[in-house]
Nanobody, 126 residues
């Protein structure tokens, strides 16, 4: 059974940095077409933040995080990272790792992913 376990969330001041990790148990990260990070703030819809297409090596970012967030992976550790720099209060949300995604097109075109982690909370104070 596939499990995605996130870690690294916490509280940080605006302008600071945080790194989230997502480790897959049982399956290589190449198993899926996409892996990515999504977030959901209270009262808001879930939105895609960053993702990559495994075999093509393409990365995708939401406009709101371009230039500030970076998605990376370590195949040997079966781990995906989200490096968050220059964070803003509006980045506060529960962040979820996901695996699966669309078989073609951009990996953030929808959130139709097969597997989800339990989430890790990020809180940015001004």
């Amino acid at each position: 059974q596939v499990q995605l376990v996130e870690s690294g969330g916490g509280s940080v001041q605006a302008g600071g940095s945080l790194t989230l990790s997502c480790t897959s148990s049982g399956s290589s990260i190449h198993t899926w077409s996409c892996m990515g990070w999504f977030r959901q703030a209270p009262g808001k819809e879930r939105e895609g933040v960053a993702a990559f297409r495994s075999r093509a090596g393409s990365n995708y970012y939401a406009d709101s995080v371009k230039g500030r967030f970076t998605i990376a992976k370590d195949n040997a550790k079966k781990t995906v990272y989200l490096q968050m720099n220059n964070v803003k209060p509006e980045d506060s949300a529960m962040y979820y790792c996901a695996a699966g995604g669309p078989l073609s097109g951009g990996c953030l075109e929808n959130d139709d992913y097969d597997y989800w982690g339990q989430g890790t909370q990020v809180t940015v104070s001004s």
